[in-house]
C-alpha cells in the first residue's frame, strides 16, 4: 500500500535513522509553508498526529459526551471518518475535486500520520491549499452540527470552500505583500522540534488562605500528554511571586522526568521577561529567578516562552485544582480536569 511502502521506504532509507527523521521534518516544514490560514494548517497539523476531539478520541479520553457516533451518519466517529471517509465528507470532497483535482488515495490510509505525510510528500501547492482549506471546513461543519447548528447541504459547504481556495490562489499565491502578513500573523504558533516537550505553568492564589497553587502540564512535541502536576504551597500573596514558584516547580517536574531540552511555557510576561535578562535580579522575585535560572542552566536546553492566558488553560486548571485536591502528581495518564483541555490548549 502507497502509505505503508512510503513510510517503510523512509525507514529502510541507506541513510539511516537520522536522515528519516530529516526527511520526515522536511514534510512538516512543508505542512507550515501551505499558503493557508494557521488555523487551517493547525488543523491539518492535528489531524495528522490524531489529536481532534473526535467521537473515538473523547471515548477513548473517557470525556462524557452526549453520543461518540458520527452525527451524520451514526457510524463510529474518528477524525479519518469525519475529514474522508463519511459519506458527508465524500459528497463534499466529490464536489471540491471537480474544481481542484487531488487523488485523496483513501484505499491506502493506514494511520493519519502516514497518510498526511504521504499526502505532504507527493502534492503540489495547489493541492495542499485544497487539503487544508477543505480539512479545516469539514471539521468546521461537524462542530457546527455539534453545536446543534443546522447542517449545511455538501454542495453548500463545497462552493464555499471552492471560493476560499480561488480566493487565496487568486491572491495570497501572487501577492508577496499579502502573503508576509499571512505568515507572520500565524508564526506565533508552531510545534517543538521532534524530540522536545513543551512544559506549561501557571499559578492560582487563593487569597482567602494565603495559599497558592502550582500547575505543571508536560506534553511531547505531538501534544501528547507525559506528565502533570497539583501543588499547594502555604504564605504566598504575590501573583509574581507565585508564578515564578511555579516556574521553578515546573523546570523541576521536568527534569525529574529526565527530560532536558524542552520549552518552558507561562503566561506572566514579567516573569518570564526577569528570566531573559542578563542582568542579575534584586527584586522580591528576584530570588526564585536566580534559582530559575541555575536550574536551567544545568539542562541542556530550556527556551522559555510567553503566551497568552488561553494558550495555558490546562496549566492554570492544574493550579486551582489545588486548592481542592492538594499535591497531587499524574504521569503518562492526564487527570480528568484537563483532558478536554489538552488540545485546544495549543492555539
Ligand atoms: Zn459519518
Known amino acids: 500500500m502507497r502509505s505503508q511502502a512510503f513510510v517503510e521506504n523512509q525507514s529502510r532509507t541507506k541513510r539511516g535513522l537520522s536522515s528519516h527523521i530529516t526527511d520526515e521534518e522536511k514534510l512538516w516544514k512543508k505542512l507550515w509553508s501551505i499558503k493557508a490560514p494557521g488555523k487551517m494548517k493547525i488543523t491539518l497539523w492535528r489531524f495528522a498526529h490524531d489529536c481532534l476531539p473526535s467521537g473515538t478520541q473523547l471515548r477513548q479520553r473517557n470525556i462524557p459526551v452526549a453520543s461518540d457516533a458520527c452525527l451524520f451518519c451514526n457510524r463510529e466517529e474518528s477524525s479519518e471518518h469525519t475529514l474522508m471517509f463519511c459519506p458527508y465528507a465524500a459528497e463534499v470532497w466529490r464536489a471540491v475535486k471537480s474544481a481542484f483535482p487531488l487523488h485523496l488515495r483513501r484505499k491506502d490510509f493506514s494511520t493519519t500520520k502516514s497518510w498526511v505525510l504521504d499526502f505532504l510528500a507527493r502534492s503540489c501547492e495547489r493541492e495542499l ?199 497531587c502528581f499524574f504521569h503518562g495518564v492526564a487527570p480528568k480536569c484537563i483532558r478536554d483541555k489538552l488540545c485546544i490548549d495549543y492555539i
Request: hydrophobic letters at 40%; a positive charge.
Open 129 to 327: 491549499v485544497t487539503m487544508a482549506v477543505t480539512v479545516w471546513h469539514l471539521w468546521e461543519a461537524r462542530n457546527g452540527v455539534r453545536n446543534e447548528e443546522k447542517r449545511r447541504h455538501p454542495n453548500s459547504l463545497a462552493e464555499q470552500i471552492k471560493v476560499y481556495i480561488e480566493l487565496i490562489l487568486l491572491h495570497l499565491l501572487k501577492n508577496p505583500t499579502v502573503q508576509r502578513r499571512e505568515s507572520s500573523s500565524t508564526s506565533h504558533w508552531s510545534p517543538p522540534p521532534t524530540g522536545t516537550a513543551v512544559v506549561n505553568s501557571d499559578a492560582a492564589l487563593f487569597s482567602s488562605s494565603s495559599r497558592m497553587g502550582v500547575g505543571v502540564v508536560i506534553r511531547d512535541h505531538t501534544g501528547s500528554f507525559l506528565a502533570a502536576c497539583s501543588k499547594l504551597l502555604d504564605e504566598v500573596t504575590s501573583p509574581e511571586i507565585a508564578e515564578a514558584l511555579a516556574i521553578r516547580s515546573a523546570i523541576s517536574l521536568a527534569r525529574d522526568e529526565g527530560l532536558n531540552d524542552f520549552i518552558l511555557v507561562s503566561d506572566c510576561l514579567s516573569v518570564i521577561q526577569r528570566i531573559q535578562s542578563p542582568v542579575r535580579d534584586r527584586s522580591m522575585v528576584g530570588v526564585v529567578v536566580e534559582d530559575i535560572k541555575i536550574l536551567a542552566a544545568s539542562l541542556s536546553s530550556v527556551t522559555f516562552r510567553h503566551v497568552s492566558r488561553h494558550c495555558n488553560n490546562s496549566a492554570h486548571a492544574m493550579a486551582r485544582r489545588a486548592e481542592l485536591s492538594g499535591s
